[in-house]
């Protein structure tokens, strides 16, 4: 794990100690927050206690998990919600996971751009983040970084995925409520959902409600619900809505769906559960993350590990609990 040093620091300008920049996320100024959320995505170890500060004030957000298939049009639907949340005064936070550029590492920004100037206009703060190779779309700074703005007093904070595939459903245990964003006339629809979209969306929109395409699409789904019903009993009933995130149709119907969601989930008891989900999927992730860094350090260890099992001589079960220091129990 890297960490910050006044030289390196020195090369972006004035170094601000974490500890220091507490103070300004907790009073919500965009310099402390942005600053924060780098210090977690680079991963330097001088921001462990600021950020362990900073998860204690949090706890109050509402966090909206917002996926779908690319060129469904999830970056502007963000936007058409920015828009109709600022209206209301809200303090909307945005999360835009992208890609990791295969160079740099760095967000692919796409239309992040208009995004951020959409932001601009309202009371948002909008960040695009790397995957940074994570299968599961969301990196462990990713949610660091709704911690940083759940402290700062921003709600809802929008975690915008990649798409939806085997590898990138992880935003269902790291939101309290997922909008499945399906677009007209793609040819993967089908696909998508049998990568477990349908289970996952707590509401259902379909965009460019404009085409022709759009009406099909939403009784495809109504049909493809009524078969898949099997999943854990709620009291939720899923709405599907038809939107245009250009003229703005039933963008507000669609926020609303979205706190109407958030009231279910507070009256129902289910927010304890979802929020319970939110806590172990980062604990262990954490765990992977550390187990994977300490043999990353102590390479030899794990190189020895790795040749004796390429050899036959161990195989991959005992390996793991060697490396763990568990006593093999066979």
Same mark, same amino acid.
């Given at each position: 794990?890297?960490?910050?040093?006044?030289?390196?620091?020195?090369?972006?300008?004035?170094?601000?100690?974490?500890?220091?920049l *507490?103070?300004? *996320?907790?009073?919500?100024?965009?310099?402390?927050?942005?600053? #924060?959320?780098?210090?977690?995505?680079?991963?330097y170890?001088?921001?462990?206690?600021?950020?362990?500060?900073?998860?204690?004030?949090?706890?109050?957000?509402?966090?909206?998990?917002?996926?779908?298939?690319?060129? =469904?049009?999830?970056?502007?639907?963000?936007?058409?919600?920015?828009?109709?949340?600022?209206?209301?005064?809200?303090?909307?936070?945005?999360?835009?996971?992208?890609?990791?550029?295969?160079?740099?590492?760095?967000?692919?920004?796409?239309?992040?751009?208009? #995004?951020?100037?959409?932001?601009?206009?309202?009371?948002?703060?909008?960040?695009?983040?790397?995957?940074?190779?994570?299968?599961?779309?969301?990196?462990?700074?990713?949610?660091?970084?709704?911690?940083?703005?759940?402290?700062?007093?921003?709600?809802?904070?929008?975690?915008?995925?990649?798409?939806?595939?085997q590898?990138?459903?992880?935003?269902?245990?790291?939101?309290?409520?997922? *909008?499945?964003?399906?677009?007209?006339?793609?040819?993967?629809?089908?696909?998508?959902?049998? =990568?477990?979209?349908?289970?996952?969306a707590?509401?259902?929109?379909?965009?460019?409600?404009?085409?022709?395409?759009?009406?099909?699409?939403?009784?495809?789904?109504?049909?493809? #619900? =009524?078969?898949?019903?099997?999943?854990?009993?709620?009291?939720?009933?899923?709405?599907?809505?038809?939107v245009?995130?250009?003229?703005?149709?039933?963008?507000?119907?669609l926020?609303?769906?979205?706190?109407?969601h958030?009231?279910?989930?507070?009256?129902?008891?289910?927010?304890?559960?979802?929020?319970?989900?939110?806590?172990?999927?980062?604990?262990?992730?954490?765990?992977?993350?550390?187990?994977?860094?300490?043999?990353?350090?102590?390479?030899?260890?794990?190189?020895?590990?790795?040749?004796?099992?390429?050899?036959?001589? #161990?195989?991959p079960?005992?390996?793991?609990?060697?490396?763990?220091?568990?006593?093999?129990?066979?």
């Amino acid at each position: 794990m890297s960490v910050v040093t006044r030289s390196h620091a020195a090369k972006r300008g004035a170094y601000t100690p974490s500890a220091d920049l *507490v103070g300004g *996320v907790l009073a919500g100024q965009p310099v402390a927050i942005a600053r #924060m959320i780098s210090r977690a995505e680079e991963g330097y170890s001088e921001a462990a206690d600021a950020l362990a500060e900073i998860y204690r004030h949090g706890g109050k957000a509402h966090i909206v998990g917002i996926t779908g298939v690319p060129g =469904a049009g999830k970056s502007t639907l963000v936007s058409a919600l920015i828009r109709a949340y600022a209206e209301e005064g809200h303090k909307v936070g945005v999360i835009a996971v992208d890609p990791s550029s295969p160079f740099s590492g760095g967000a692919i920004l796409g239309d992040r751009v208009r #995004m951020s100037e959409t932001a601009a206009a309202g009371n948002a703060f909008v960040r695009s983040m790397a995957t940074r190779g994570h299968l599961g779309g969301l990196s462990r700074s990713t949610l660091q970084a709704v911690d940083v703005l759940d402290a700062a007093g921003y709600s809802p904070i929008i975690i915008e995925t990649v798409g939806v595939g085997q590898d990138e459903v992880e935003v269902v245990a790291a939101a309290h409520t997922i *909008v499945v964003l399906s677009a007209p006339g793609l040819g993967d629809d089908i696909q998508a959902i049998k =990568a477990g979209i349908l289970e996952i969306a707590d509401i259902h929109a379909v965009s460019k409600s404009d085409k022709p395409e759009a009406a099909a699409t939403v009784s495809a789904l109504r049909g493809m #619900m =009524a078969l898949g019903s099997d999943g854990p009993a709620s009291r939720w009933s899923v709405p599907i809505l038809p939107v245009s995130s250009i003229s703005g149709e039933r963008i507000r119907e669609l926020k609303d769906a979205i706190g109407a969601h958030w009231l279910h989930l507070e009256e129902s008891g289910e927010l304890a559960g979802r929020q319970r989900n939110i806590c172990k999927t980062r604990v262990l992730g954490t765990a992977r993350h550390l187990f994977q860094q300490k043999f990353q350090q102590e390479s030899d260890t794990l190189e020895a590990h790795i040749r004796a099992v390429s050899e036959r001589r #161990m195989d991959p079960s005992v390996a793991a609990r060697a490396l763990l220091g568990w006593e093999e129990t066979r």
